[in-house]
């Protein structure tokens, strides 16, 4: 299993930024994917979920009407489209399969 994040980088507050997470390793389209993220000094927080077929998705409150989740299981990619971000949204961003997480993507927000 092979999960690697991509798209962070620094933003002004207000501002948007896509991540995307290629998977291999396994069938990408039977399992379901999260995103979850780590500020500095505090524990992972989980983000977001989507079901396999991406037809479902639940979010976190801090994020909900914010960000979007969704998926391409043709390429096996799992995104999350951060709107309206703040400076509370600055962590490691990072996707998962049940128990197994890639490396992660950093995401500041500031100004």
């Known amino acids: 299993v092979r999960l690697v994040e991509s798209g962070g980088g620094m933003v002004q507050p207000g501002g948007s930024l896509r991540l995307s997470c290629a998977a291999s390793?396994?069938?990408?389209?039977?399992?379901?994917m999260k995103w979850a993220r780590q500020a500095p000094g505090k524990g992972p927080e989980w983000v977001a979920t989507?079901?396999?077929?991406?037809?479902?998705?639940t979010y976190a409150d801090s994020v909900k009407g914010r960000f979007t989740i969704s998926r391409d299981n043709a390429k096996s990619t799992v995104y999350l489209q951060m709107n309206s971000l703040k400076p509370e949204d600055t962590a490691l961003y990072y996707c998962?399969?049940?128990?197994?997480r890639g490396q992660g993507t950093q995401v500041a927000v500031s100004s």
């Open positions: 998962m399969r049940l128990g197994t």
């Open positions: 390793g396994f069938i990408f389209s039977n399992y379901a």
């Open positions: 989507i079901n396999s077929g991406g037809t479902s998705t």
